[in-house]
């Protein structure tokens, strides 16, 4: 059973930092393909960034240069740092195991129960 537990969020002002996290357990994590999606509230999921288990990095052109993926196999760890922190960005973020229906807003593969990011003043 793949289970996928994230942490980190909160509350932080315009222009702040947040990292974070996703512990992942129940499947082979190094063999996976890994992404973020947020979801804001009344909106579709969007999906934010994608670490293939190669290491390549995909990013939204909404965070690009903002915010940086990475993982940890040997803890099987996916993290989310996120700087410049604007507005829009609040939104619920969940880890997923990545499927190209992200990209298009479905919510597909496996996904975590979420962290609230709000950005605020």
């Known amino acids: 059973e793949v289970r996928l537990v994230e942490s980190g969020g909160g509350l932080v002002q315009p222009g702040g930092s947040l990292r974070l996290s996703c512990a992942c357990a129940?499947?082979?994590?190094?063999?996976?393909?890994m992404s973020w999606v947020r979801q804001a509230p009344g909106k579709g999921p969007e999906w934010v960034s994608t670490?293939?288990?190669?290491?390549?990095?995909l990013y939204a052109d909404s965070v690009k240069g903002r915010f940086t993926i990475s993982r940890d196999n040997d803890e099987t760890m996916l993290y989310l740092q996120m700087n410049s922190l604007k507005p829009e960005d609040t939104a619920m973020y969940y880890c997923?195991?990545?499927?190209?229906?992200?990209?298009?807003?479905?919510?597909?593969?496996?996904w975590g129960q979420g962290t609230q990011v709000t950005v605020s003043s």
């Open positions: 997923a195991t990545d499927n190209p229906g992200l990209r298009l807003g479905l919510r597909v593969g496996s």
């Open positions: 129940g499947f082979m994590f190094r063999t996976y393909d």
């Open positions: 670490i293939k288990r190669d290491g390549v990095t």
